[in-house]
């Protein structure tokens, strides 16, 4: 299994930003994906979810309304399309795929929100 994030930067207060993540190693299609995040010196926590075929989403109540989690099980790809970016969006951003009994997680990636 291998998860792969890309598209964090550093972006303005107010800006967006879109995340990829690419699978390898599995079943895409058949399993929902997840974006955490980790902020310095605070815990990592969920950001959206995404059932297997996509219907289903849900969010952290910090996200709501800003964030929009999608795939395309054709491409073995889950985005997290983030707008109105604040400060405390800061952290790394990570890709996560439960496939039982593991857990597994992508190198991360920074998004910085700053002027």
């Known amino acids: 299994v291998q998860l792969v994030e890309s598209g964090g930067g550093l972006v303005q207060p107010g800006g967006s930003l879109t995340l990829s993540c690419a699978a390898s190693?599995?079943?895409?299609?058949?399993?929902?994906m997840s974006w955490y995040r980790q902020a310095p010196g605070k815990e990592r926590e969920l950001v959206a979810i995404?059932?297997?075929?996509?219907?289903?989403?849900h969010y952290a109540d910090s996200v709501k309304d800003r964030f929009t989690i999608s795939r395309d099980n054709a491409k073995n790809t889950v985005y997290l399309q983030m707008t109105s970016l604040k400060a405390m969006d800061t952290a790394v951003y990570y890709c996560?795929?439960?496939?039982?009994?593991?857990?597994?997680w992508g190198q991360g990636t920074q998004v910085t929100v700053s002027s």
């Open positions: 996560r795929v439960v496939i039982v009994p593991r857990t597994y």
């Open positions: 190693g599995f079943t895409f299609s058949s399993y929902a």
């Open positions: 995404i059932a297997s075929g996509g219907s289903v989403t």
